[in-house]
Nanobody, 126 residues
Framework: QLELVESGGGLVQPGGSLTLSCTTS????????VGWFRQVPGQEREGVSC????????WYSDSVKGRFTIFRDNVKNTVYLKMHSLKPEDTAVYFC???????????????????WGQGTQVTVSS
């Protein structure tokens, strides 16, 4: 079981940017597909973006496509989610998750992931 730790959340004005980080110790994230999900109270956790184990496949939800970028730094054992042009509707707790069953593709579905972080709050407000 991986212990994932997210960081980088905070309060930002509409139109601003944030970069979230997801890291772990003791294991290499390069051996896992990694996804970012978000959740608003009272709603289901939704997929935002994911990157495959090989780094050759990335997926973005329609709501963030063109504004968010997911990328790996295997030297730092970290997966980042760079978020630009943030909107109030991006406000949520953001979670990273990891799964080891896929190699070439990543999954946007939360049930495919069996390792989760505790989440980091992102608030977009003026």
């Amino acid at each position: 079981q991986l212990e994932l730790v997210e960081s980088g959340g905070g309060l930002v004005q509409p139109g601003g940017s944030l970069t979230l980080s997801c890291t772990t110790s003791g294991s290499s994230l390069a051996n896992y597909g990694v996804g970012w999900f978000r959740q608003v109270p009272g709603q289901e956790r939704e997929g935002v973006s994911c990157v495959s184990r090989t780094d050759g496949n990335r997926w973005y939800s329609d709501s963030v496509k063109g504004r968010f970028t997911i990328f790996r730094d295997n030297v730092k054992n970290t997966v980042y989610l760079k978020m630009h042009s943030l909107k109030p509707e991006d406000t949520a707790v953001y979670f990273c998750a990891a799964e080891s069953s896929s190699v070439l593709y990543c999954s946007p579905y939360r049930l495919e992931y069996d390792n989760w972080g505790q989440g980091t709050q992102v608030t977009v407000s003026s």
